[in-house]
């Protein structure tokens, strides 16, 4: 895999400066033996760097559509790329390694080990990919700490809130220094003020880091935080340019 980055945003053209680029992408289920379309033909750009949004009502697609993106998921037809990537030449095997490797992932549930210590749970995914025990350490306490959860290394995830849980599955999904994070409703279990706080993490992750961020959430606060907010119907993003944030 070539090694990519420090490419500037300044172009939606081009391929090889998208974090995401999905075209015609559709998704059919088969569910009791009757079809259901929950993609019909998604075209997506998201360029790196940017916090972005897919936003849309229960059902439009949402997550079909960031399970694909994230390689976890296969679309029906269409193509994928993710960091110039074309998921349909990689094998299953491959692509896990690319998730492995390019991605993190931060879902509504948290997805915590129970377990294992907050720590331990941060480090999982660097003994994933064979990272030795020093780096390992200072990434590990490094994110603890950008999270604030430095205090919190030796504790249990139910020893803490809902907020600090998914303080933690953030750390755990920038760890292996991801090129791309997919949250799929981060903010559904928290409440207004802790939800506030975890969508600014976000937006404060990725001006510091330079990572790109894509969230699919129904939850409307994520417009005060976004670069770009796309809006997913029935399966097909609403072109609506005054969704759009002014450039950055
Ligand atoms: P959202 O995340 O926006 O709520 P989803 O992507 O979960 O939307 O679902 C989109 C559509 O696909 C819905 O009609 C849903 O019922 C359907 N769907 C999702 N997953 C499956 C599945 N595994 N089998 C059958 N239908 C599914
Ligand atoms: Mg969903």
Known sequence: MTEVLTVSNNGHGAGDTLAVHAIAVTRTYSAGGKPVQALRGVNLEV???????????????KTTLLNIIG???????????????KFSRLSDRALADFR??????VFQSFALLPTYSAYENVELPLRMIGVGRKERGQRVRFWLETVGLADWASHRPYELSGGQQQRLAIARALVNRPHLVLADEPTGELDTTTGRQILALFKEIVE?????????????????????VHQLRDGQIVVNEAERAPAQ
């Open 208 to 228: 510091r880091e330079g990572v790109t961020i894509l969230i699919a959430t129904h939850d409307p606060k994520v417009r005060e935080v976004a670069t770009v």
């Open 47 to 61: 360029p790196r760097g940017t916090l972005t949004a897919l936003m849309g009502r229960s059902g439009s697609g």
């Open 71 to 85: 390689g976890l998921d296969r679309p029906t037809s269409g193509e994928v790329l993710v960091d110039g990537e």
């Open 100 to 105: 492995r490797h390019r991605l993190g992932f």
